[in-house]
Antibody, heavy 122, light 112 residues
Framework: EVQLLDSGGGLVQPGGSLTLSCAASGFAFSSYAMTWVRQAPGRGLEWVSA????????YYADSVKGRFAISRDNPKNTLYLQMNSLRAEDTAVYYC???????????????WGQGALVTVSS | DIVMTQTPLSLSVTPGQPASISCRSSQSLLHSDGKTYLYWYLQKPGQSPQLLIYEVSSRFSGVPDRFSGSGSGTDFTLKISRVEAEDVGVYYC?????????FGGGTKVEIK
């Protein structure tokens, strides 16, 4: 059974940093792309970042480029999102999701974590 | 960026009646490989999104056959043949043909 467990959320001050983790089980982690999608309170879904199965290629939304860094530790079956220079508008529930295949584009994301709430406020 | 526009914003449906949601993309989602990279997700209240439909019209594993998808190019439709109480939530279309990946704004389905 595929399981994704998001963790690391919390309250952080503007300008601060936080790292989210997504622990994966039930599938061959290194064979699949992974992505982060966020949802601000009461709002829709917004794609944030994605990484190929090998970790060799990473992609970002313009809204987080230069501030966020996605990475993965395939032997540990864990996905990360390092978030720096956080802003109030980064406040959201962050979901990790598993890709259909090793590449990011032209594929779906079939299983999602439960989400981790990040609140950026002073 | 590809803009995904969904209509309506919300829908109130009597159980057993059909429902239809439209999604329009600002660019064609048809790739040169012949596939169209349009997906539908449902986010039930308090839950994570779940995949319903991939590549316009293919139901994901375990999705009831009352859900169907259609369309081509830039215009797509999700239909629920007979709405049930468990179908309430927000429905999103999504494209993955080009980065950045983008979602529609969502359509909230409620039961009358």
């Amino acid at each position: 059974e595929v399981q994704l467990l998001d963790s690391g959320g919390g309250l952080v001050q503007p300008g601060g940093s936080l790292t989210l983790s997504c622990a994966a089980s039930g599938f061959a982690f290194s064979s699949y792309a992974m992505t982060w999608v966020r949802q601000a309170p009461g709002r829709g879904l917004e794609w944030v970042s994605a990484i190929t199965g090998s970790g060799g290629s990473t992609y970002y939304a313009d809204s987080v480029k230069g501030r966020f860094a996605i990475s993965r530790d395939n032997p540990k079956n864990t996905l990360y999102l390092q978030m720096n220079s956080l802003r109030a508008e980064d406040t959201a529930v962050y979901y990790c999701a598993k890709g259909e295949m090793t590449t990011v584009t032209r594929a779906y994301f079939d299983f999602w974590g439960q989400g981790a709430l990040v609140t950026v406020s002073s | 960026d590809i803009v995904m526009t969904q209509t309506p914003l919300s829908l109130s449906v009597t159980p057993g009646q059909p429902a239809s949601i439209s999604c329009r993309s600002s660019q064609s989602l048809l790739h040169s490989d012949g596939k169209t990279y349009l997906y539908w997700y449902l986010q039930k209240p308090g839950q994570s999104p779940q995949l319903l439909i991939y590549e316009v019209s293919s139901r994901f594993s375990g999705v009831p056959d009352r859900f169907s998808g259609s369309g081509s190019g830039t215009d797509f439709t999700l239909k629920i043949s007979r709405v049930e109480a468990e179908d309430v939530g927000v429905y999103y279309c999504m494209q993955t043909i080009h980065l950045p990946l983008t979602f529609g704004g969502g359509t909230k389905v409620e039961i009358k």
